[in-house]
């Protein structure tokens, strides 16, 4: 495993994001959690512009990520090579680490941070949620999601190899838990407590505070238990989009999307009137 994410080609790893995206897409046809009346294929092209752009950033800045890990390496810095672990348990505190710092921390901030949420509004402001809006990404929000993938790196001193591991699973988990798939409850329930699940991370899409700001978790569920920002909310409940984006001209075309960041800030519950905090 180590020798092949060491040296995994970009074609297997765009395989795993294509592939991880018709499997879900298709079991959202057969096992629906909520039904949608929606053009599924019309969605997935605003989104999929979106993961376009986003690979195209990620492409352009991947040196920084190689120079990074090549850096930590060199100087033998970071919190995993403090001490020596076996490797099953270095890869797994690693990965929970990589979470934390690179996925969970941002994702935190970009909910408290107002420039930051204008960009992330754009992912946000997806009123159907499926496996498609897993990468509707703003391309601003992909560069400094980016510059804290940096910031993992060299709080943690992960290799290379640990880094695409990481990655993959990211980006094949995250397909999985937006998808519009309906999981048994107490299954659904259980995984809830070990990886982030479709049923926890739709409350995270729920179109109001304050379960807007909770389960900011990308794979390790632990960390929203840990800092206390673990909520459910019942299926029948859920509404997807934000209450002050929830107009479609603003959240179903690209070129507003695009320019939302520029736009003025409009704080919860102003319900689209352009209104500042």
Known sequence: MKEYFEHIPSLHRSLLLAGGLFLFYALEYAIPFVKLSYSKPRHALINIFFTITTIIINFLLAFLIIKTCDFMALHHAGLLNIVTLPLWLYTIAGLLLLDLVGAWLIHFLQHKIKWMWKFHIIHHADQYVDTTTAN??????????????????????????????????????SQFNHANISLPDKFDAWLSYIIVSPNMHKVHHHYVQPYTDSNYANIFSIWDRVFGTFKTLKKDKLVYGLDTHMLPEENAGIKNLLKIPFQTYRATGSKFNGSEQ
């Not at 929000?141 to 695409?164: D, H, K, N, Q, Y």
């Open 136 to 173: 509707r990404h703003h391309p601003g929000e992909s560069v400094f999601r980016l510059l804290f993938t940096l910031l993992a790196i060299f709080v943690t001193g992960a290799p290379f190899w640990l880094l695409m591991l990481y990655q993959a699973l990211s980006a094949l988990l």
